[in-house]
């Protein structure tokens, strides 16, 4: 489990991610409200060199942001509105998959059969302050050997 004291460090952390990711890659994002699920994929937009601000996409469900530097586009979907897996399945996400890192928020239930390989990240907030703490589960031969955690933890954040 990571520990990201603040906003700060959990926009590092997606950052620090980025460095990992390519076009295929699925990233299946879980936790409450204000958990910091756009938060941390604001830092990967920016890690990816992305173009346009990454905001919540709730009320339009998928935002398409092409790479500035020659690398993959972020496809940011969040499935809260959506009643299942045919909804999900309409917004065709596994046409884009191949060329792009597919973020999903709100996915855990929906999302996990677009790609055998992909990272689960659960984020937790604490009620009292801006600290939240982040569980990543790699699913996949794509993630063998690669120990997400340790490389997303910075100075700021720290593992428990």
Request: glycine residues 14%; negative net charge.
């Amino acid at each position: 489990m990571l520990v990201l004291p603040d906003a700060d460090a959990t926009i590092d952390a997606g950052r620090r991610l980025a460095g990992l990711l390519r076009a295929g890659d699925l990233v299946v994002l879980s936790g409450g409200l204000g958990a910091g699920k756009t938060t941390f994929t604001r830092g990967l937009g920016d890690g990816l060199g992305v173009r346009g601000s990454v905001t919540s996409p709730t009320f339009v469900i998928a935002r398409i942001h092409p790479s500035l530097v020659g690398g993959p586009e972020l496809v940011h979907a969040d499935a809260y509105r959506l009643g299942g897996i045919a909804e999900l399945d309409d917004l065709d996400l596994d046409a884009d998959l191949d060329d792009a890192v597919t973020v999903v928020e709100w996915g855990a239930g929906l999302a996990e059969g677009l790609a055998e390989d992909r990272l689960e990240i659960t984020l937790v907030a604490d009620p009292v302050t801006e600290s939240r703490t982040m569980e990543v589960q790699a699913v996949g031969p794509r993630w063998d050997g690669i120990a997400i955690a340790a490389l997303l933890a910075s100075d700021e954040g720290s593992r428990e």
